[in-house]
């Protein structure tokens, strides 16, 4: 089958349809801008369908190329027949393109080629062909190839000599190998155990384990490879030595009466022992960590995107509250645009220091009127929280606080962009205004730090780094592009994730906004060093410019769909005006009533961008975060010691996992709910129940202090 014949195969979709994207990727058309502008072609394939068939479309053309090396490597030898290459153009993975190229490959010195030095090679064929009866025997034969000169004293150093060529010609047929990688797989156990059963590790359960390798979930095989890695495990596979020899033995044996049999025999247990079984043992457990880290990093995407896409506070005065101890804790104030109002820095946990902290607090609360305090949830955090709580009663107005996760400030706070942003002040003080603004507007803080240090993923650090990179860079810029960005405020580390603007053409429009004033349309951007006629078609869509000339430069109307959406308005009897006062809600049932598909065909352009279109003009300049759940604000503080078994309460899921989902249910700890207790239906993953930042309802099952465990249930009537 051709590329596109198996990519539509795989991803269920036609050929052409296929053909026709591969088409657009190769033009170099982003993934959001074929997703949201391309429909007609794709048919409206998702942002996640064409990630999908991107990276397919160059792992299929990278085995391509590896078919093509592999010819080539063989011909250059004069080696290359009909049947290799039969072979080769069959093969589905390059582990097998490798297989079958194992023989031809230059080798370094082995017991194999240092006996085909020695001239051994005709009496390993000898004994191969396993001959019913030898005359004279294979032992006489065999005195022939003894030669000291040539380091084969003896008839048992040429038989020896002879072995290790037949081991290493077993151990190099691919089909043996692909037979044995397959055997192992279904029959294979792995198996651990400690290094010192004395230490005490996050590994206990893997100090004596062993599980079949085809039932390992990915999250065990992670955990197990870090437990080795740091030298608390030592790991082995073994397979049911009947099922792989006696497979060899059944592959390479034609005659159980030859006398060449217990050489053959031993040539075979020695290819396997020494050759074929570490290596099959490497190949497996790699694909294993590969399989486990594909999954551990879609578990990782799915939560980044949902915790990116929390909808924003919006109108709200925030205070940052970075707590601590003998650095105290720093305070910054944020408008409701995120401007800086004041900072500070109190110190509640320090006795003599509490009521001077307490006015500090309220002064600030009661002076800028603040709505919310976002809490970071790191050090100090459960006394400050505690602090704010008896703060908050004092002051009697509406204000509330909120724990947020402040993993990867301090990443943010120490570095380069925060330093441009804030060069007065200390790492502390930037982190607390980067908690605050995260609460008003996730996404636009969130993306100024490396995916991998914001926490909501699993073994995130022992996953190959270019591939981690390569998915989490792909889910945010999926992100940024559905919401889209202002941009006369966006900062370049926002921008720089939409659709064809790099960092450069990022950093190039602040620059030019600040020397230039505004952007007052769309169009303005071209004006931009480093943006193009392809980067502005690319990116266009994705640039809001609230209050500009343009009231579609407002909306994710494309300007390239600008005449058909004004001729769409004017079909109707509708203006810009009443655009502009939000009066086109019965737009979309007023074209289902005429005709979508000939009002499609009378303005030149294809079903879905009309539906677009019409969606974009009934509500300009909407949010489409604002229909998922809004976080929780606290007014009251509860403690681990509160909980009672039975309890309901009202949480946010922080983490999902492949075991279950963390609950923060406000107590400093997350609860678990387990896979087990998630719903009634039976569920293969907790992503298909639950997602990062759902407010739901949980029940307490039970409470271990001591160890700060928590264990919920979401499989009760309330």
């Not at 539509?8 to 190769?26: F, G, P």
């Not at 007609?40 to 990278?62: F, H, K, P, Q, Y």
């Not at 009866?133 to 000599?161: H, R």
């Not at 996730?442 to 998915?471: F, N, S, T």
Request: one cysteine or more; a negative charge; aromatic letters at 6%.
């Amino acid at each position: 089958m051709t590329i596109f014949e198996i990519l539509a195969q795989e991803l269920n979709l036609t050929a052409d349809q296929v053909e026709k994207t591969v088409a657009l990727i190769d033009e170099g058309n982003t993934i959001p801008f074929i997703a949201r502008y391309r429909k007609e072609v794709t048919g409206s394939l998702d942002d996640a369908i064409l990630r999908t068939l991107d990276e397919r479309l160059n792992a299929l053309r990278n085995l391509e190329k590896r078919r093509e090396e592999v010819k080539n490597l063989i011909d250059a030898q004069g080696k290359l027949t009909e049947e290799l290459i039969r072979a080769i153009d069959n093969a589905k993975t390059v582990t097998e393109i490798d297989d079958i190229y194992r023989p031809f490959r230059p080798k370094r010195k082995t017991r194999a080629s240092v006996a085909r030095e020695r001239g051994l090679e005709e009496l390993a064929m000898l004994i191969y062909c396993q001959d019913e009866v030898y005359e004279p025997s294979i032992e006489v034969q065999a005195e022939a190839f003894v030669d000291p000169e040539k380091e084969v004293p003896t008839v048992q150093d040429a038989l020896q000599g002879a072995m290790d060529i037949i081991a290493e010609d077993v151990s190099d047929n691919a089909e043996y190998r692909k037979k044995l990688r397959h055997l192992t797989f279904e029959y294979g156990v792995l198996s651990t155990k400690a290094t010192n059963p004395e230490a005490d590790s996050v590994y206990t359960m893997y100090y004596e384990y062993a599980e079949a390798v085809k039932k390992l979930p990915g999250h065990r095989i992670l955990a197990i490879n870090r437990g080795e890695k740091e030298e608390f495990l030592k790991v082995s596979l073994s397979v049911p030595e009947d099922v792989a020899v006696n497979f060899l033995f059944n592959c390479v044996i034609t005659s159980t009466t030859s006398p060449a049999m217990k050489y053959v025999s031993a040539a075979v247990a020695d290819s396997y022992d020494r050759l074929i079984a570490p290596s099959i043992e490497r190949e497996i457990r790699n694909d294993l960590f590969d399989n486990a880290c594909e999954g551990a990093i879609k578990v990782f995407s799915d939560n980044l995107s949902h915790l990116l896409m929390q909808p924003p506070l919006k109108g709200k005065v925030v205070l940052g509250f970075d707590p601590g101890y003998a650095h105290g804790c720093k305070l910054a104030v944020v408008d409701r645009t995120g401007k800086v109002l004041d900072t500070a820095v109190i110190y509640p946990t320090i006795k003599t220091r509490v009521e001077q902290a307490a006015a500090v607090l309220k002064r600030l609360v009661r002076n800028y009127q603040v709505d919310v305090i976002a809490i970071g949830n790191g050090t100090a955090s459960r006394e400050s929280e505690v602090f704010v709580a008896d703060c908050l009663k004092q002051v009697g107005n509406d204000c509330k606080y909120i724990i947020v996760s402040e993993a990867g400030a301090s990443i943010y706070s120490a570095s380069k962009l925060a330093t441009e942003e804030f060069p007065d002040f200390d790492v502390m003080q930037r982190s607390a205004v980067s908690i605050a603004r995260r609460l008003q507007d996730p996404l636009a803080e969130l993306v100024k730090i490396d995916p991998k240090g914001i926490g909501v993923g699993q073994y995130q650090h022992d996953m190959k780094p270019a591939r981690l990179d390569e998915a989490l860079g792909g889910v945010v810029e999926s992100c940024v592009n559905a919401v889209g960005v202002d941009v006369n405020t966006a900062s370049y580390s926002l921008l720089a994730y939409i659709a064809g603007i790099n960092i450069t053409a990022a950093k190039n429009i602040v620059k030019y906004r600040e020397e230039n004033g505004e952007f007052t349309t769309r169009a303005q951007i071209t004006k931009v060093p480093r943006i193009g006629a392809k980067a502005y078609e690319q990116c266009a869509g994705f640039l809001r410019i609230p209050g500009g000339k343009e009231i579609l430069d407002n909306t994710g109307v494309h300007p390239e769909s600008y005449d058909a959406a004004k001729a769409l308005l004017k079909m109707f009897d509708y203006t810009e005006d009443d655009l502009k006062a939000g009066k086109l809600s019965f737009l979309k049932s007023k074209v289902i009533k005429a005709g979508v598909q000939q009002t499609a065909e009378k303005l030149g352009i294809g079903e879905p961008t009309l539906m677009d279109i019409i969606s974009e003009l009934e509500k300009p300049g909407r949010d489409i975060r604002d229909g998922f759940d809004a976080p929780v604000l606290r007014e009251d503080v509860m403690s681990l010691e509160d909980l009672q078994e039975d309890m309901i309460l009202t949480g946010t899921v922080r983490n999902v996992t492949d075991f279950g989902a963390f609950v923060d249910i406000g107590v400093h700890q997350d609860g678990l709910v387990h896979i087990s207790q998630l719903c009634d239906r039976f569920i293969k993953h907790p992503s298909e129940a639950v997602s990062l930042g759902d407010v739901v309802k949980v029940k307490v099952l039970s409470v271990d202090v001591k160890k700060k465990r928590i264990s919920l249930t979401m499989k009760f009537k309330e």
